[in-house]
C-alpha cells in the first residue's frame, strides 16, 4: 500500500512547505501545532499559496479544492493515530525533538515510520526515543520545499532497510529527487554549503567587502542564484546558527565555529525574513 496518510508537526517555513508538497501529490494530510489557530493558519496559508498558483494558471481551480479536501489541521497529538508516515519539523533543538518523538511514537499506529526534517542533528537520537527505532530516518526537505527538488534520506545506524526504501519512495512520489545519507551531521548538503556561509558572515565581520558586494560576487562570479547573506536570511538565523553549533559539535572544525555576529543577530531577534530584518531588511 505505501504512504498514504502523512502527519506533518509544527506549522513554521518548512512544515507548511512539506505540507503542501505531500497534498499536492495525492496524500492525506493531517497538520498539527500545538495550537489549534496556528495549525488553521498553515491550512489559510496553503490555500493562499494554491491560489496564488490557480491566478498564474499552473493550477486548476478543480485541482486546489481536490488538495484542500485532503487536509485537515489539529492540535492534538492523536489526531495522528492513523498516519502512515509523520515528519516533524519544529524548532532545531535536539531535546524538543526527542520528547517529541517519545509523545508521537506512543501516540501512532505500530507500523508508522516517524520521521524528522532536522537540517543536522543525530537522527539515531531521537530514534532511540522511540520503541521503533527501525521506523525512524531523516527526511531532508530544503526551502522552499515546494521549490526544491532535493530530498536527503538520512539512515541511522537503527533504521530498517524497508523504512529506508520506504520513505524514499515516498520522496520520489512528491517529485522529489531523493538521495541517501548516512547520519553525520549536515548530510551532505549543510556539512558543505554552512563553512561558506559562515565565512561569508566573517568576511562581512572583518571588513573585507560590504554585504552587496559579498552577495553580487558569489552570484556573478559562481552563477549561484543567490548570495550567501541573502541565503542565510532565507534559512533563518536562528536555526543556521543552531546547524553550525551542531556540526562543530560533531567535527570540532573552526570552520564551523559561528561567527560572533551571526550569534549577535539571533540574541537581537533579528532572525532574516521571517522576522523582517536580519543581514537585509523585509
Ligand atoms: N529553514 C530552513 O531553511 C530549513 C531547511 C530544511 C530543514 N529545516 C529544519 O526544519 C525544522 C524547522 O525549521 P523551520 O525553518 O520551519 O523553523 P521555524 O522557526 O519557521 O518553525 C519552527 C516551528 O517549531 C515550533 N516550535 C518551537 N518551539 C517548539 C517546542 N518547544 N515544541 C514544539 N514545537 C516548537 C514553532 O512553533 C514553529 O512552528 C528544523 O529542524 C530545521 O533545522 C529548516
Do not use: W
Not at 33 to 42: G, I, V, W
Not at 189 to 216: H, K
Not at 237 to 257: G, Q
Amino acid at each position: 500500500m505505501g504512504i498514504q496518510t502523512v502527519g506533518i508537526v509544527g506549522s513554521g517555513i518548512m512544515g507548511s512547505g512539506i505540507a503542501e508538497v505531500a497534498a499536492k501529490a495525492g496524500h492525506t494530510v493531517v497538520l498539527r501545532s500545538r495550537k489549534q489557530e496556528t495549525a488553521q493558519a498553515m491550512v489559510a496559508g496553503l490555500e493562499k499559496s494554491l491560489n496564488k498558483q490557480v491566478d498564474k494558471g499552473r493550477l486548476s481551480a478543480e485541482d486546489r479544492d481536490a488538495v484542500l479536501g485532503r487536509v485537515s489541521a489539529t492540535d492534538q497529538i492523536s489526531d495522528l493515530a492513523d498516519c502512515d508516515l509523520v515528519i516533524e519539523s519544529v524548532v532545531e533543538d535536539l531535546d524538543v525533538k526527542r520528547a517529541l518523538f517519545a509523545e508521537l511514537d506512543a501516540a501512532v499506529k505500530p507500523d508508522a515510520i516517524l520521521a524528522t526534517n532536522t537540517s543536522t542533528l543525530p537522527v539515531v537520537e531521537m530514534a532511540v526515543a522511540t520503541g521503533r527505532p527501525d521506523q525512524v530516518v531523516g527526511v531532508h526537505f530544503f526551502n522552499p520545499a515546494p521549490m526544491m527538488s532535493l530530498v536527503e534520506i538520512i539512515a541511522p545506524l537503527t533504521a530498517s532497510d524497508a523504512t529506508v526504501e520506504a520513505v524514499t519512495a515516498f520522496a520520489s512520489a512528491c517529485g522529489k529527487d531523493p538521495v541517501q545519507v548516512k547520519d553525520r551531521a549536515g548530510f551532505i548538503v549543510n556539512a558543505l554549503l554552512f563553512p561558506y556561509l559562515n565565512n561569508a558572515v566573517r568576511m562581512l565581520e572583518n571588513g573585507t567587502a560590504s554585504r552587496d558586494d559579498i552577495d553580487s560576487a558569489m552570484k556573478g562570479g559562481c552563477n549561484f542564484p543567490m548570495g550567501p547573506l541573502a541565503l542565510l536570511d532565507l534559512v533563518g538565523l536562528d536555526t543556521s546558527l543552531s546547524i553550525l553549533e551542531a556540526l562543530y559539535a560533531e567535527f570540532a572544525d573552526p570552520n564551523y565555529s559561528p561567527a560572533p555576529a551571526l550569534r549577535r543577530l539571533v540574541a537581537a531577534g533579528q532572525l532574516g525574513r521571517k522576522s523582517g530584518q536580519g543581514f537585509y531588511t523585509y
